[in-house]
Nanobody, 125 residues
């Protein structure tokens, strides 16, 4: 089992940048495909971005393409979500999640078994 801890959230103004981090416990981080999700007030949780085990394959929701970048450092057991040009509609609690079932290092995550506790991102206009 892996524990995920997000950090890096905060209150920023529209147009600012933030980098979220997701630190994973254990020695098997490189075997997990990773994803970022968010839940805005009054809305369902939505997928934001995903990355394969080796970092070579990524996927984004359309609304963040060109503004957000997902990455990972397997040596540091950490996944990142770099967010630029933030908008008020990006306000949400952001969660990272891990999929331990991706058998190929290029596979994107499909089923998330482990979740972090979330970090709040608030973007003021």
């Amino acid at each position: 089992q892996v524990q995920l801890v997000e950090s890096g959230g905060g209150l920023v103004q529209a147009g600012d940048s933030l980098r979220l981090s997701c630190a994973a416990s254990g020695r098997t981080f490189s075997t997990y495909a990773m994803g970022w999700f968010r839940r805005a007030p009054g809305k369902d949780r939505e997928f934001v971005a995903a990355i394969s085990r080796n970092g070579g394959n990524t996927l984004y929701i359309d609304s963040v393409k060109g503004r957000f970048t997902i990455s990972r450092d397997n040596a540091k057991n950490t996944a990142y979500l770099q967010m630029k040009d933030l908008k008020p509609e990006d306000t949400a609690v952001y969660y990272c999640a891990a999929d331990p079932t991706a058998r190929n290092s290029d596979y994107l995550p499909s089923t998330y078994y482990y979740w972090g506790q979330g970090t709040q991102v608030t973007v003021s206009s």
